[in-house]
């Protein structure tokens, strides 16, 4: 058994959670739920972010102090992941007490390491992405990420020493080739690195709704390096019983490739100024586009995207809970970009779900239901299923483990294209009752027990569901994935329930 520690950004409060959101926070979590599957000690993290001046200009707006807009926006994000089944271990926010301790430790931390200095920073920044960028990284002196006008700063900073890591950033690339993953964007950030680093600002005086500077009170950390700090945090960073030794080098973060610079550059800087190991492992994905256009609420605002008709919530009561994360997980590989769209969705639900899993238990169901007495057979050591099932389990393992969850999906329904087409060749429905019946049917059931702890990860409603249908008790994550992921254990002797529908065809105007 080994350990995986899984994180997601922590969201910003200044609006409400939207599908881009629940893109990251769907995948982390069927990652989690695969590694809890195989006997992983596993810890997964999310969260929100609720420092910097958008979120106090968002409450200056609504009528509220920075810490009740907080509270309020912090509780939406835990209502969307609970709509969405999110099995996260700790969801930390940014304004409690452990992040305080952990910023004020890590930084000093630091500061004491000679990594700190104090300086008057004048350029442009964005406000809608917290950020600071040159003449050169704008573009005609607007935002590169959100396309607003980039406003003219001049204030007395303290000032973190990128420059001084170049190098061994550089360094640490080549040694741990698989660090940043795909190679596409490991590419990106070591290109970025390569071009020059230069010091960047990490405290503000001009607003005071951030971490307090311990050795200069006049000073609030910069919302980006107060926020991700929070993966220490949730390992005791800076308490005498930290877990940072056991969790540290088993962790990966999830994040979109918006937010490369931070993580795959800075963050791991600001670990080697404190003295300790980079996080092993950054996955960055792609962005989900409408229309060619990337989510974000800075369209929304500006009359583009309207992610209030596309929030997960919108999604869930439409389609369901399983149907939305299986599309989130299956429709796009993780490290692309990806189409959102609601006729997609559509495609995928009576493509994938209604006619290929759903149609699979129905048919074997009502079978063993009319033709064996309602109880379910037990499979054939040789049956012909055996080997695409064993490639379905071992493809799947692989992509779950590589962070590929459209692949191993993609696996999953390989195996239920077999079935199907093993019983459409079989014909059962027009079979006498009998030992050739009960062989197709226990093997048709085999299948769809393994299919059930396959999907799991992605579908847990639905994959319980199946489970109970054909007579099994408990759940597919009862057993440690290596013991019930084999040909040949589904007992027999079971009583089937046919159930209704699992996934009612949408009825659409083609």
């Known amino acids: 058994m080994g350990r995986f520690y899984i994180t997601t950004p922590i969201y910003y409060v200044n ?3 939207h599908v881009g959101h629940a893109y990251t926070t769907v995948n982390a979590d069927a990652l989690a739920r695969w590694h809890r599957l195989v006997g992983d000690d596993t810890k997964f993290l999310t969260g929100t972010d609720e420092h910097g001046q958008k979120v106090a200009d968002a409450a200056e707006k609504n009528g509220v102090t920075p810490q009740e807009w907080t509270d309020r926006t912090s509780a939406r994000f835990r209502e969307a992941w609970d709509a969405l089944g999110i099995s996260y271990d700790d969801f930390i926010r940014t304004t409690e007490a452990r992040h305080y301790q952990s910023v004020q430790k890590f930084l000093t931390a630091i500061y004491d390491n000679g990594y700190i200095y104090k300086d008057v920073y004048q350029g442009l920044y964005c406000v809608s992405c917290e950020d600071y960028y040159t003449t050169e990284s704008s573009i005609d002196g607007k935002c590169p990420i959100h396309g607003r006008a980039l406003t003219e700063m001049q204030e007395e900073n303290w000032f973190f020493k990128l420059s001084a890591f170049e190098d061994r950033l550089i360094e640490f690339y080549d040694a741990h080739p698989g660090f940043v993953t795909p190679e596409t964007k490991r590419n990106e950030a070591l290109s970025f690195i390569k071009g020059g680093l230069r010091d960047i600002s990490i405290t503000r005086t001009s607003i005071d709704w951030g971490v307090p500077v311990p050795w200069d009170e006049k000073h609030v950390f910069y919302v980006w390096y107060d926020a991700l700090i929070n993966y220490l945090t949730a390992i005791g960073y800076g308490r005498e019983d930290d877990e940072v030794a056991e969790w540290w080098p088993a962790s990966h973060h999830l994040i979109g490739k918006e937010i490369i610079r931070f993580h795959c550059v800075w963050w791991p800087a600001m670990c080697m100024a404190a003295g300790l190991e980079p996080v092993s492992h950054v996955q ?23 992610l209030t008709d596309i929030a997960p919530v919108v999604l869930t009561n439409e389609f369901g809970v399983d149907p939305i994360r299986y599309y989130l997980l299956r429709e796009t590989v993780l490290g692309n970009d990806g189409d959102f769209s609601h006729e997609g969705i559509t495609a995928r639900y009576n493509t994938d779900l209604a006619n290929n899993l759903g149609n699979l238990v129905a048919r074997v169901t009502t079978v063993v239901n009319s033709k064996c007495a309602g109880v379910g057979p037990a499979p054939s050591a040789s049956s012909p299923l055996r080997t695409d099932a064993l490639v379905a389990i071992e493809d799947s393992a692989q992509a779950w483990e590589r962070f590929a969850p459209h692949h191993a999906l993609e696996a999953t329904w390989g195996l239920i294209g077999a079935t199907n087409a093993y019983l459409e060749k079989s014909a059962p429905w027009k079979m006498e009752p009998g030992p050739e019946l009960d062989a197709v049917m226990g093997d048709a059931l085999e299948a769809i027990r393994l299919v059930a702890i396959l999907a799991t990860p992605a579908m847990p409603g639905v994959c319980e569901e199946i489970w109970r249908r054909i007579g099994l008790s408990g759940r597919p994550t009862d057993e440690r994935f290596s013991a019930s992921a084999q040909w040949g254990l589904y007992p027999g002797g079971r009583q089937v329930q046919k159930g209704e529908p699992l996934f009612p065809r949408i009825k659409t105007d083609a």
């Open 15 to 17: 609006d409400a959670p």
């Open 284 to 306: 960055v994905h792609g962005w989900l586009l409408v229309g060619g256009q990337k989510l974000s609420k800075t369209m929304a605002a500006e009359g583009g995207v309207r």
